[in-house]
């Protein structure tokens, strides 16, 4: 059978998907219900975003056993699967999992991708009061101004998802002028479009993101800074 992904909806897909309006959807013929006071509800709306009374933790739950793929994979694949017995029963242990590792609930978890982490950790073993003790830092450090990539970042240790303040224009500008244009690094001149602002000390090494800390850099020596 040839599926064209992108003309189907999960309501296609899901054997007696039905929209009840306020009292929410349910699929399966009952069996994945998610409704407010719906056991997936129940379980889960500390850690998840979305309405309850909508497709959201549907489509949410079927990109995580999707790995991040498009929702309808998963359901072209099952759509004649007796149950979604499977689905629910990973849709538990993504939420077990993240409740044993993080039991401290805060606002940003909404939006962390519980299941694409719980996909990649769950066979690791984690120490939940040492990561408290992290995620409490991380959380009151004003120049982490993503604070839902705060989970993601003490499992994989990759700051992007923290978006980590930038210098701002002026600073920029300020440093440029202290520098006299010259890359401290390669001791060239540039123009100012050809440079970038580098925290003399890293981020990670408690640096912050202070005049005092920016310096520019061309944008070779500050790429050949940041692979270290
Ligand atoms: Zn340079």
Known sequence: MNIELHEIAVRDLVAGYEDKGDEGVVGYGGKLDIRPGCAAYKIASSYMDGSPIRQDYLETALRWIGNGADPRFYMALHQHDPNANPLWLYFQQVVNWAKATFPVVRAPMKK?????????????????????????????????????????????????????????????????????????????????????????????????????????????????????
């Open 112 to 228: 962390v991708p519980w299941g694409l982490l719980y996909n990649k950790f769950a066979e690791v073993p984690q120490d939940p009061k040492a990561l408290e003790a992290r995620v409490a830092k991380l959380v009151a450090d004003s120049d982490v101004q993503k604070k839902s990539g705060i989970w993601e970042y003490v499992l994989d240790g990759d700051e992007r998802h923290l978006g980590i303040r930038a210098f701002d224009d002026n600073t920029r500008l300020e440093a440029y002028e202290r520098q006299h244009g010259i890359c401290p690094l390669c001791s060239t001149h540039f123009e100012l479009s050809q440079m970038e602002a580098d925290h003399i000390t890293p981020w990670r090494d408690g640096g912050r993101t202070v005049p005092a800390n920016c310096q520019m850099l061309c944008k070779d020596c500050n790429r050949r800074k940041g692979a270290k």
